[in-house]
């Protein structure tokens, strides 16, 4: 499969994980994860499985708008750089949000 095809499937099961089944994320971190929230550095799959489950709202839906993918280094990884809207229940207007993730 092409990287960017792989890149679209991973984006896809990600969201689709993070707003169905967010607990179901640590095993799609590793200890040398980190995610970086509102300035906030969060380093390891546990610690950011906690703060993405301590998040205020239960529910959420992710409008995708882009993936894009890039190779990165030598050794063959890629970048995927995300972009979209996020919707909560019962909010009106959209929050933006983008993400980069290296694989």
């Known amino acids: 499969m092409d990287p960017d095809q792989l890149s679209k499937h991973f984006v896809e099961h990600y969201y689709t ?3 169905t089944n ?11 994860s980190m995610l970086t929230f509102e300035g906030e550095k969060i380093q390891g799959a546990q610690s950011i499985s906690n703060k993405l489950n301590s998040l205020p709202f239960q529910q ?5 708008s882009t993936v894009d993918c890039q190779p990165s280094g030598l050794s063959g990884g890629w970048v995927v750089f995300v972009s979209g809207n996020l919707q909560l229940p019962g909010e009106e207007h959209l929050l933006k949000f983008s993400q980069v993730k290296p694989h």
């Open 17 to 19: 994980t993070f707003d």
């Open 22 to 32: 967010r607990l179901a994320l640590i095993n799609l971190y590793q200890e040398g």
């Open 60 to 64: 959420c839906k992710h409008n995708i």
